[in-house]
């Protein structure tokens, strides 16, 4: 690490900035442009969401009553909780208060485990019921329900698309492909966020951050304020709004 | 002085270019509001970061001058301040003092906020869960965005120290959403005039 | 009046970067950005290398039309668009996008603004190393399965092929990481790190340039990320989103590839044109003309090269409405390009021009730039475009501005910044030389394939109509001499290395802040921070 606790107990800045300060705000701005990076990148899953939810409306809307509102629920409020532990494991590490900043920061991973656990548990579910995207895909009552969503949809609303049953029945799996690509990508989000809280809860632990030098705990509380951020987005589109 | 007729003859010529072209109506408005917004930022950042501002009521002053325009100026540069600097009086972006001084980004939030927060957003997804229940047709999908935009903006705010952080890391932020909704409105664009879309069930 | 008010200069035997510390892993585990851009430099110029014979193989292929007369028998079709897949992918993300940012603004940034390194030394280097790995995958599907997609990927051939494209699109989405790590650095050097002084309005134009693209490389670059993530579970999954069997959509694919792709061709020609601003400043020993208004238009065209990606998709089935929004607003972003073009033939005028060989490529730059931004203009016109998509007048446009716009802007900069950067002399006859073989041979290669394509001669065709021949033959004995110009240039550089007169710390006589310390630099560029007090372009 560039800032060490010295034994005077000061901490130095690198040398091609002015202060600690300086190279405080400028690490923190490297990690904003990181962040717009994160959220053009899931920004792009979300466009495609929301253009083939426009197209193939039944099938998002049947598929969404497969997943567990539940699950999603409280899977919400554990990363909502996380995000606030996070902000806690700061505000400890601001205050020079390395132990309680360990133990937010260890709740914060605890969060993280348990919205793991539970994700694991709704994929289980998921793919015990053969709704897997691709050629394992093996659900022919999920299609029939689209079939029979969409004859009982008034005539005016039907599109073109949408009447022809054979196709619509054939493309149905399109909804879960999105589903594991767009919550698996997150998920794997939510696994390095976790990893790199570890890493610093592990240096706030040995007493190398204090009040003045705590730059690498808030750049990855950004970071897990993204993943949260994602999560708020991610649960209504995929789970609610069907 | 030399500014006001830089900026001038830029937007003047802009318009004179455009005007033939108005019919069209998307692509003018948006290169002139590009323009604008890239001078309007710059004509802040000069006023806020490099002071021409209160140079420009430095020398007013010093060369004898007073009541007019000088204590509106002196207003607008405080109101600036303000907003480049929450808590803070002085800042200055370039380096060249050296010295060392405490910025907004060392704001430290106390816990009864962050507990706030968090009760606000756990409210927040209670009312997103049972908004859902009810049908709103094609307006579904639009009020649990902005339900969730709503608890997205308290965690930018709070969690993510934003309302306390220099404009910068703001701008960083939304010009990133910007251009997320740019990628969005030009592919609708093709796909919706091309294939039939349904709005409703 | 140069930039800084004092500073001590030394030029012989002082300590440099280059004999700061000594051994491979010196080199290997730095942080200072110099060291890095010699890293790269010597990785883009290899890969350069190789992209090169592809080229000249698949101008060899095209010599003939019909496939039993072709130069060797072991391309077959097959075998060509192999060939001209990977001169493309090489070229476009192992060369052309990282090249002027990492090798000249990796060098150069930190020392124009003043600063001792950039913002994030470490993630600098980390950066090189991700290229490296995205690389060293690239060059992997070689041996595993050689693309045959074209560079760009298209659905649905890109899912159904058996070539190894999962390998390739994770290439490119390494590369593309290195890119965004690269252009972060740079935002917050820009922001963060400039001297004393040195205002926003101070700074030369070709930190402008890296930083308008930096801003492009931000923003863009992750779109491109999450299609590559796509076009691989489509093809390891099957989730169906550009398949249309599985209810997706191949034009789709195309949005997301050209949101980042047209950009990614202003990422390569922005910090071209920040060069181009430094040559011609310098040679012309007179103030660039209208620098602000070279400034914006740098972020204009920035911005605006997010508006105008479906003029790749004309003809590819987008809507028509969708075709007219993109074809209005590509006519606007010839607008801010040609701004900066009439400023600088102004700033030409009524100087004091030195045909030294950085200058001659910086005018050959303007003469085949304009020429290839004007056939981009007819390009963006719908109804052109319909005759011209997809043949040899859209592969001479792009070679137009690619290779006459960045290829003579970055081969003008090795020279300009050689002494600066090695303290050494290239021998400037060798230079022009290059550029005499560089300059006629591309105009020899490329010029026939506007005609070839208003003629109707299909791009990526291994056989063609011979009525075409004629001119593939002028074009391929074009290729050529390009290849043998590149070949010059490069025995200039190994000359200068090994055997160049030693170089003052200002041999061209400019007003940058990085020719007021040594040639080579310091370590820490300068031996005290500067403080700028005066433009950057003040001749007179």
Redesign the interface.
């Known amino acids: 690490m560039s800032t060490v606790k010295t034994e005077d107990g000061h901490f130095h800045h690198a040398h091609h900035f002015n202060s600690l300060s300086h190279q405080y705000d400028s690490a923190k701005q490297g990690v904003w442009l990181f962040m717009v990076t994160e959220i053009l990148m899931f920004g792009g899953l979300f466009v495609a969401y929301l253009i083939y939810k426009s197209i193939y409306a039944p099938i998002f809307h049947v598929g969404s009553s497969y997943l567990d509102v539940k699950m999603g629920s409280i899977n919400t409020v554990v990363l909502i909780t996380s995000s606030f532990t996070m902000a806690l494991g700061i505000y400890f590490n601001q205050k020079n208060k390395p132990k309680q900043a360990v133990i937010a920061l260890a709740l914060t991973i605890v969060c993280a485990g348990i919205f793991m656990v539970i994700k694991y548990f709704e994929y289980t579910h998921i793919i015990h019921r053969g709704l897997v995207p691709g050629k394992f895909f093996n659900n022919p009552e999920f299609q029939q329900k689209v079939v029979d969503f969409i004859s009982n949809m008034p005539i005016e609303n039907l599109t073109p698309t949408l009447s022809d049953t054979a196709h619509m029945k054939k493309i149905a799996p399109l909804y879960f492909g999105f589903y594991f690509v767009m919550t698996g990508l997150h998920g794997l989000h939510v696994m390095i966020g976790a990893g790199l809280i570890l890493w610093v809860l592990i240096k706030t632990a040995n007493g190398k951050f204090g009040a003045e030098y705590y730059t690498p705990v808030e750049g990855v509380g950004l970071f897990w304020h993204i993943v949260d951020l994602i999560w708020i987005y991610l649960f209504p589109l995929l789970y609610l709004v069907g | 002085m030399e500014l006001a007729i830089q900026y001038s003859l830029y937007i003047i010529s802009c318009v004179c270019i455009f005007v033939p072209l108005f019919g069209f109506g998307i692509a003018p408005p948006t290169v002139i509001g590009t323009a604008l917004s890239v001078f309007a930022g710059n004509a802040y950042s000069l006023i806020a970061q490099q002071g021409i501002l209160k140079n420009f009521i430095k020398d007013k002053k010093d060369s004898g001058a007073s009541g007019g325009l000088i204590p509106i100026l002196e207003e607008t540069q405080k109101l600036i301040d303000g907003i480049e600097n929450p808590g803070t009086a002085m800042k200055a972006e370039s380096h060249s003092h050296g010295h060392d001084h405490a910025e907004g980004s060392h704001h430290i939030i106390p816990i009864p906020v962050y507990v706030g927060v968090l009760v606000v957003l756990l409210i927040g997804t209670a009312i997103t869960v049972e908004v859902a229940q009810f049908d709103f047709g094609a307006m579904n999908t639009v009020i649990a965005m902005l339900v969730a935009t709503v608890k997205a903006s308290f965690v930018l705010a709070f969690f993510m120290h934003l309302k306390y952080d220099n404009m910068l890391n703001r701008v960083i932020f939304g010009s990133g959403f910007f251009f997320l909704m740019l990628l969005i409105a030009f592919s609708v664009a093709d796909i919706f005039t091309r294939v039939p879309v349904l709005k409703a069930f | 009046m140069s930039q800084v008010q004092s500073t001590t200069q030394t030029t012989t035997g002082h300590d440099n970067y280059l004999n700061h510390e000594k051994g491979l892993w010196s080199w290997l585990s730095t942080v200072d950005h110099k060291r890095i851009a010699i890293m790269y430099l010597i990785s883009i110029l290899t890969f350069f290398l190789v992209g090169g014979i592809f080229a000249l193989l698949v101008r060899g292929a095209l010599f003939n039309a019909k496939p039993e007369d072709k130069f060797w028998s072991y391309i077959t079709p097959d075998v060509y668009n192999q060939f001209m897949s990977y001169h493309g992918i090489i070229m476009v993300f192992m060369v052309i996008v990282p090249g002027i940012p990492a090798v000249f603004g990796n060098f150069l940034l930190?020392v124009m603004l003043g600063?001792?390194?950039?913002?994030?030394?470490?993630?600098n280097l980390a950066s090189y190393y991700v290229y490296l790995a995205g690389a060293a995958l690239a060059v992997g599907t070689l041996f595993v399965g050689k693309i045959d997609t074209g560079w760009t990927f298209y659905t649905p051939y890109s899912i159904k092929t058996s070539t190894s494209v999962v390998m390739a699109v994770l290439a490119a989405f390494t590369m593309g990481m290195a890119s965004?790590l690269t252009?972060?650095?740079f935002?917050?050097t820009t922001?963060?790190?400039?001297a004393?002084?040195?205002?926003?309005n101070k700074i030369p134009l070709f930190v402008w340039a890296i930083y308008a693209t930096s801003i492009i490389q931000?923003?863009a670059?992750?779109?491109l990320?999450?299609?590559l993530?796509?076009i691989s579970?489509e093809r390891l999954?099957?989730?169906?989103?550009f398949d249309p069997?599985?209810?997706?959509?191949p034009?789709?694919f195309q949005?997301?590839f050209w949101?980042y792709s047209h950009p990614a061709v202003y990422i390569m020609i922005l910090p071209a044109m920040g060069i181009i601003s430094e040559l011609i400043s310098t040679f012309s020993r007179k103030t660039i003309f209208g620098y602000?208004a070279i400034a914006?238009s740098s972020?204009?065209i920035a911005?605006?090269s997010?508006?105008v990606?479906?003029h790749h998709m004309f003809v590819s089935?987008?809507?028509?409405?969708?075709g007219v929004?993109?074809s209005?607003?590509t006519m606007?972003v010839g607008v801010p390009t040609a701004i900066k073009l009439f400023n600088w033939i102004s700033t030409m005028y009524k100087g004091s021009v030195r045909l030294d060989a950085p200058m001659l490529y910086a005018i050959g730059f303007l003469f085949l730039f304009t020429i290839g931004g004007l056939t981009g203009v007819w390009l963006a016109s719908t109804g052109m475009d319909v005759h011209f998509h997809d043949t040899y007048f859209v592969v001479a446009h792009f070679h137009y501005v690619m290779v006459g716009g960045v290829l003579m802007a970055f081969t003008g900069g090795i020279f300009f910044w050689f002494p600066k950067m090695f303290g050494k002399m290239t021998s400037d006859t060798l230079g022009r030389i290059s550029w005499v073989f560089v300059f006629t041979g591309f105009n020899v290669t490329f010029f026939p394939q506007f005609i070839l394509g208003a003629m109707g001669m299909p791009r990526r065709y291994f056989e063609y109509h011979p009525a075409y021949e004629p001119l593939n033959q002028i074009s391929t004995v074009g290729s050529w001499l390009i290849g043998f110009g590149f070949l010059v240039a490069l025995v200039a550089i190994i000359q200068g290395l090994v055997a160049g007169e030693k170089a003052g710390a200002n041999p061209w006589g400019s007003k940058t802040l990085e020719w007021q310390t040594s040639s080579p630099p310091p370590h820490?560029n300068f031996p005290i921070t500067p403080?700028v007090t005066a433009g950057p372009y003040e001749y007179r």
């Open positions: 930190p600063a001792k390194d950039v913002a994030f030394p470490r993630l965004i252009g972060l650095n935002i917050v922001h963060k790190l400039r004393p002084g040195q205002t926003m931000i923003l670059t992750p779109v990320g999450i299609t993530l796509l579970a999954l099957g989730v169906g989103i069997n599985l209810g997706g959509d034009v789709l949005h997301f949101f602000t914006y972020l204009a911005a605006v997010f508006l990606w479906g089935g987008q809507s028509e409405f969708a929004l993109f209005i607003i606007l820490d403080t």
